[in-house]
């Protein structure tokens, strides 16, 4: 291929940037080697500027400002970014404050908002990942002699909420940046809030290098799971290179317990750190996992990462029961044919669970899913009969879009195509069940909505080498909107059989008569493989047992060759 041997690279990688739709060799220059000096200015954002003016005139004021931030996260990463920035940009007082799931609900609520000002006594109120839909609470806060500036990645319903300063790439033109993390926008107005500080000689300012917290950056990009694109791509590669480079040292209990050794990955971030961090903010309040990020003693650290870790083992359990009961409920009814977007809910339910059970009924029955808690074990007082919904969605439907067809069933709404939020009253819930699936019914019937494994280019076993693995290294990370290259091979054998390994896992070698190559296919121990030729479909890694480095085949798939 003409583009692989003008850029030296292996042709099946040159198929794969032809598959993302690179086909000129400066933007692929780019892609290959994102740089942070390809970052845009930060006042292409809406409102921005303005946001950082207000904050450099609190600092100038000596003025006490409270981030506001979100429990998941983006948003707990998020808070301790614009905290320790504000903090070294010379801000007299910062408080952090966080809103408790199961009290006080999602996003800037009047009455977290009221909790807020009585612990904070803010004049100036900064929210990250959160606030613009908050109308209310904003205007509570005004009336309370209070300023607001929101940051948030949200999607709008209606007009945002009357701030001195909204901050939501959502609201502006500009495509490119309308992918940030909650964590990229609070990135943004740091950037944009040194520019102004430096264009009016602030010493302090001055002195501050936003690369030292590119790492919190990283981690809030990839566990919110947006495209790892654009500028996204740009942030979470250094952000990674400075976690492996000189980790700081509000990483390292948790790393630990995580069990995460050698080069850290978007991999161990989305799932090792991320369920660990959002644990807290799932079963009881996110504080302790903004105490990490924040905390400068070591041993408070290691106690906080073991408490984690702890609540995150304790998640798990409550997660799988919850998933188990909703699979039982929904096969005794599920015909393909007839039922297109599945609402299911139960009383006994944790709230702090939905979502994550939501993702794995959409793995299962490949559908948009909502999955909703009634006054359960952490029903919020005084809300007796109001259930709090979490939904995830497949790539073929736009979720949000799909609950603004519902709006007449439902109390609120919010969120984005893949995932989102609702709530409810008990006495809607039928009817809402079927307009869901009438309206998920219009977009999917009649698309084939089985699970299909796709392929970004076909080599031979022969291909498989050092250069190639080097090369495709360079498409990290590797996330939303740009996953692991999948290779695969056609017409090989399986040479010398197949060991079972582990619980449930295989390994065998895969020959083409020329090549061989060892092979493991995680959990497909009871897959039967049939005899004969075999397309094999595949990720190239890297194994570096006992200290030496050899490349094997990640079995996605196995067919009979045709």
């Known amino acids: 291929m003409q583009m692989a041997g003008a850029l030296s690279l292996p042709q099946a990688v040159a198929e794969i940037l032809l598959g993302l739709g690179f086909s000129e060799a400066d933007a692929i220059g780019r892609f290959l080697n994102p740089r ?40 707990i990463v998020a808070t301790a970014l614009l905290v320790e920035v504000l903090r070294r940009a010379g801000a007299k007082e910062v408080k952090p404050c966080l809103p408790n799931r199961h009290e006080e609900g999602y996003g800037l609520s009047v009455l977290a908002l009221e909790r807020c000002l009585a612990q904070g006594r803010p004049q100036l109120l900064v929210t990250v990942d959160c606030g613009t839909n908050s109308t209310e609470a904003v205007q509570r806060a005004q009336a309370a002699g209070v300023d607001v500036v929101i940051t948030d990645h949200h999607e709008c319903s209606g007009s945002p909420a009357p701030a001195a300063a909204v901050v939501n790439p959502k609201l502006g033109p500009e495509e490119r940046l309308k992918d940030l993390a909650g964590v990229g926008v609070a990135f943004k107005l740091c950037h944009g809030l040194l520019k ?62 995580a069990g995460v050794r050698g080069a850290l990955d978007t991999h161990h971030i989305a799932f090792g750190l991320g369920p660990r961090l959002n644990a807290a903010g799932r079963l009881s309040d996110a504080d302790s996992a903004l105490e990490l990020l924040l905390t400068s003693d070591r041993a408070r650290a290691r106690e906080i990462a073991l408490d984690l870790d702890g609540t995150n083992r304790e998640r798990q359990k409550i997660e799988s029961a919850m998933a188990t009961e909703a699979m ?31 993702s794995r009924l959409v793995a299962r ?27 995830r969605s497949i790539a073929d439907y736009h979720l949000l879009k799909g609950l603004e067809q519902c709006r007449q069933y ?12 609702l709530e409810i009253e008990r006495g809607q819930l039928a009817a809402f069940q079927a307009a869901f699936n009438a309206a998920a019914r219009r977009e999917l019937e009649g698309r084939d909505l089985r699970v299909v494994q796709r392929i970004n280019a076909w080599v031979t076993l022969s291909e498989i080498d050092e250069r190639l693995y080097a090369a495709v290294e360079m498409l ?34 895969v020959g083409d008569g020329q090549t061989s190559r060892e092979a493991i ?7 039967a493989i049939p005899d004969g030729l075999l397309d094999v479909a595949f990720t190239v890694k890297q194994n570096n047992f006992s200290g030496n480095a050899t490349l094997e085949l990640n079995v996605q798939a196995i067919r009979e060759s045709e």
Not at 229 to 235: A, F, M, Q, Y
Not at 365 to 391: C, E, H, L, M
Not at 485 to 499: D, E, N, T
Not at 521 to 527: E, H, L, N, P
């Open 36 to 75: 942070l000096s390809d970052l845009s200015d930060p006042f292409l954002l809406p409102g921005l500027e303005a946001a950082a003016q207000r904050l450099r005139q609190a600092i100038e004021k000596k003025e006490s400002i409270v981030v506001y931030g979100d429990y998941d996260v983006d948003g």
């Open 196 to 257: 102004v500080c430096r264009n009016l000689g602030g010493e302090t300012a001055a002195e501050l290098d936003l690369r030292e917290y590119l790492d919190l950056v990283a981690v809030g990009t990839v566990a919110d799971i947006v495209p790892l694109t654009g500028e996204n791509r740009i942030l979470v590669r250094h952000g990674l290179e400075r976690m492996n480079r000189a980790p700081a040292a509000r990483w390292q209990p948790l790393l630990e317990v």
């Open 328 to 358: 039982r409920a929904i096969d005794a009814y599920f015909q393909e044919r007839e039922h297109f977007g599945l609402v299911i809910a139960r009383d006994s339910w944790h709230v702090g669970v939905i979502g994550i059970v939501a």
């Open 365 to 391: 029955y490949r559908r948009p899913v909502i999955v909703i808690a009634f006054n359960g074990t952490q029903a919020t007082p005084g809300q007796d009969g109001i259930g709090r919904g979490s939904g």
């Open 410 to 421: 439902l109390l609120s709404c919010g969120g984005h195509a893949l995932a989102a939020g």
């Open 476 to 509: 990290k990370p590797f996330g939303q909107n740009n996953p692991m290259p999948v290779l695969a091979v056609k017409g090989a054998r399986i040479q010398g059989g197949k060991r079972r390994v582990g619980a449930n896992h295989l390994r065998f070698t």
């Open 521 to 527: 296919a995680f959990g497909m121990a009871d897959v």
